[in-house]
């Protein structure tokens, strides 16, 4: 089983629609977690940290559920921008970064 | 506001010869990350340094060899190069849990 495990995708949705992307990791010891965005040939760019309280960042809001080893994100009102590939990162010891293999998100308008 | 620098951005090689990729962090970062992206496949940990000494080693072959040296700047040092090392290759560096990532350097072998 695949330390990090992600929606396999891909998700084609219109302009304004709200998306959730589901994570889930198997390492119980994990430490930080985050969301990462990843544009086609580009690196992946921090989109954000993700905290058992929840988090919120505009139209992006972000949850974890360490007792069901769980992470999701929430993207409301997508635009044409967000349009991208969104991995599902959890660190362990060390800083050591585990990418779930991502979810191409397509926003059509 | 500065950025993780990676060179070269692009690198054509033949089968067993060798590369050289280098990563300079972002200033007064103190660890960096070596991570290995294939086609269609998500990024993987490679190997970590912090304040110049290797800090943990994920799945990198023992063909490649890494350093991060005095100035932090690091190296990958990849030898007897295969056809399955063509990926992206990225380096990220961090002042604590959040790291940044370099724009890769894509390294084609044929």
């Known amino acids: 089983r695949k330390e990090v495990e992600q929606d396999p995708g891909p998700f084609n949705v219109p302009e304004g629609a709200t998306v959730a992307f589901n994570c889930t990791y198997s390492?119980?010891?994990?430490?930080?977690f985050f969301w990462y965005r990843q544009d086609c040939r580009k690196e992946p760019k921090l989109l954000m940290s993700?905290?058992?309280s929840g988090n919120e960042d505009g139209r992006f809001t972000a949850q974890l559920n360490r007792a069901s080893q769980y992470i999701s994100l929430l993207i409301r009102d997508s635009k044409l921008s967000d349009s991208a590939t969104y991995l599902c990162v959890v660190e362990s010891s060390n800083y050591k970064l585990t990418f779930g293999k991502g979810t191409l998100l397509t926003v059509n308008p | 506001a500065a950025g993780v620098i990676q060179s070269p951005r692009h690198l054509i090689k033949e089968k067993r010869e060798t590369a050289t990729l280098k990563c300079y962090p972002i200033p007064r970062h103190d660890t960096v990350y070596w991570y290995q992206q294939g086609p269609g496949q998500d990024p993987q940990f490679l190997i970590s340094?912090?304040?110049?000494?290797?800090?943990d080693k994920g799945s990198i072959p023992d063909r490649f060899s890494a350093q991060q040296f005095s100035d932090y700047h690091s190296e990958l040092n990849m030898s007897s190069l295969e056809l399955g090392d063509s990926a992206l290759y990225f380096c990220?560096?961090?002042?604590?849990?959040?790291?940044?990532f370099g724009p890769g350097t894509r390294l084609l072998v044929l």
């Open positions: 390492n119980s010891a994990s430490q930080s």
């Open positions: 993700v905290y058992s």
């Open positions: 340094f912090y304040e110049k000494m290797q800090s």
């Open positions: 990220a560096s961090s002042l604590g849990e959040t790291q940044y």
